[in-house]
């Protein structure tokens, strides 16, 4: 064996730590697998409907990879909209990720710019949802990530593709799909509160929501709202700090 050459026993190793890392990740990523092919399968049939191939529909998931902006991107498509209209809604829409990459951006310190674009493709509500709540786990790193984020990215292929094959035969409303999404949310919000100060944000980013329904077009009240209550969340974190370490007493 010449110096260069790596022991039999270390590359086992690496390739066993490899297999874990994959196996963690995609056994992770399961949950949002389940809540995908409801979903997928519903805006395969609406694209379909709308007039795109299972071919345009598949690249438009591996390009976009959003369900909520390709659900109103399809419907825009439907009512004959423009491109621009199309492009400024979608981007509107998908502001939150801003928020969501400022708060994984303290577990991906170590990434280089390669890694973080390609983490960054992966970023979804859900996987989102799932990581920050793995991040707190001493077991989880990036790797693990990265492997949940592409393990719902080829389950939300495949079942918008399967969904477009199959749009002549699945009604649109069928099977409860209709309710299927915000069931899933439903689930990521309660796996996200771990005290009062969470319950109170999550109230106020929903009672916010409705209010600036009423007032703002579109659907920037979503970034509107969350944005006020998350504000609203780090100072009321920011001021019961203060008074606990004055004991109580501001």
């Not at 949950?31 to 995908?36: N, S, V």
């Not at 805006?43 to 591996?62: H, N």
């Not at 621009?84 to 710019?113: D, E, Q």
Request: glycine residues 10%; proline residues 4%.
């Amino acid at each position: 064996m010449t110096s260069g050459e790596e022991p039999p026993r270390t590359q086992e190793r690496n390739t066993d730590g490899c297999s874990a890392i994959i196996r963690d990740g995609v056994a992770a990523a399961w949950p949002i697998c389940l809540g995908y092919a409801p979903i997928g399968l519903a805006f395969g049939v609406l694209a379909q409907k709308a007039g795109l191939t299972p071919a345009e529909i598949g690249l438009m998931s591996l390009l976009v990879f959003a369900g909520s902006a390709q659900f109103i991107a399809v419907s825009m498509l439907s009512g004959g909209a423009a491109a621009l209209p199309i492009i400024l809604t979608t981007f509107t829409i998908n502001l939150r990720h801003l928020l969501m990459s400022s708060s994984l951006a303290v577990h991906l310190k170590c990434l280089n710019a390669g890694w973080l674009t390609l983490y960054a493709y992966g970023v979804t509500d859900e996987s989102f949802a799932l990581n920050m709540t793995r991040f707190r786990e001493k077991t989880w790193d990036w790797r693990r990530a990265l492997a949940l984020n592409h393990t719902a990215n080829l389950a939300w292929i495949a079942s918008t593709v399967l969904g477009g094959y199959g749009g002549l035969f699945i009604p649109a409303g069928a099977f409860g799909i209709d309710y299927a999404l915000p069931a899933m949310f439903i689930c990521l919000l309660v796996l996200q509160i771990r005290g009062g100060l969470y319950v109170a944000v999550a109230l106020i980013a929903g009672l916010l929501a409705v209010a600036f329904s009423m007032l703002i077009p579109g659907n920037a009240y979503i970034v509107a709202a969350t944005a006020a209550a998350a504000t609203f969340g780090v100072f009321l974190k920011e001021w019961k700090g203060r008074a606990s370490e004055n004991g109580g007493v501001l």
